[in-house]
């Protein structure tokens, strides 16, 4: 399977827990994006990597939350201390760096927090 | 005002019957726009790109109208398997192939 995937899919966490999501991209694609859905929204935006640089944070993504993609492959996403707030799906998608390039999203991590 | 906005449904619709859902957007800038599809606990797909002239694909077509600032998906003789939830997406930025604006979704159920 040659998709974008995500690891873990389902993590149960109690409130104040660190937890690490993982992304591995489409191998030959530079741009990474981790989004978060909660019910009965769309999935928002929280960064976005070209390469290993990170290039951009929106403004849900709080102090609590960090992400890095270290080697331009696969990336990371940590939230600490979580909050019941937090929980959410976050879905990781990649894409080809070229204008209207289609961004492939992964199955995603179902976060629950006691 | 949101910046893309669907009406969430849900929409119920015998099989064989054609439907249609709108989408608007707020920023007029916006470049790029899509259908994605997403099952219920499964991650969005890519349905169609929606181009200024219109596009379709088999029994979808996609419609952009940039004055009123709004985009359509039509589907046509409706099967069970179309039962998902449609979202309105938009790239606001010029530069293209940055972070997408999501719409809530419009539900579909299609019923036997």
């Known amino acids: 399977d040659t998709g974008v995937s995500q690891d873990p899919r389902h993590k149960i966490t109690k409130r104040g827990q660190n937890v690490t999501f993982r992304c591995d991209p489409i191998?030959?694609?530079?741009?990474l994006y981790w989004y978060r859905q909660t019910l009965g929204q769309g999935p928002e935006f929280l960064t976005y990597?070209?390469?290993?640089?990170?290039?951009?944070k929106s403004r849900l993504l709080s102090d609590r939350f960090s992400a890095e993609r270290p080697k331009g492959s696969f990336s990371t996403l940590e939230i600490q201390r979580t909050e019941q707030g937090d929980s959410a799906m976050y879905l990781c998608?990649?894409?080809?760096?070229?204008?209207?390039?289609?961004?492939?999203f992964g199955p995603g991590t179902r976060l629950l927090v006691l | 005002r949101k910046e893309v906005e669907q009406d969430p449904g849900p929409f119920n619709v015998p099989e064989g019957a054609t439907v249609a859902f709108n989408c608007t957007y707020s920023?007029?800038?916006?470049?790029?726009f899509f259908w994605y599809r997403q099952d219920c606990r499964k991650e969005p797909k890519l349905l169609m790109s929606?181009?200024?002239s219109g596009n379709e694909d088999g029994r979808f077509t996609a419609q952009l109208n940039r004055a009123s600032q709004y985009i359509s998906l039509l589907i046509r003789d409706s099967k069970l398997s179309d039962s998902a939830t449609y979202l309105c997406?938009?790239?606001?930025?010029?530069?293209?192939?940055?972070?997408?604006?999501f719409g809530k979704g419009t539900r579909l159920s299609v019923i036997a």
């Open positions: 998608a990649s894409s080809h760096n070229m204008p209207r390039g289609t961004q492939y």
């Open positions: 191998s030959e694609h530079n741009r």
């Open positions: 990597f070209q390469n290993e640089a990170q290039l951009e």
């Open positions: 920023n007029s800038a916006s470049q790029s």
């Open positions: 929606v181009y200024s």
């Open positions: 997406v938009v790239n606001p930025r010029r530069s293209g192939n940055t972070p997408l604006v």
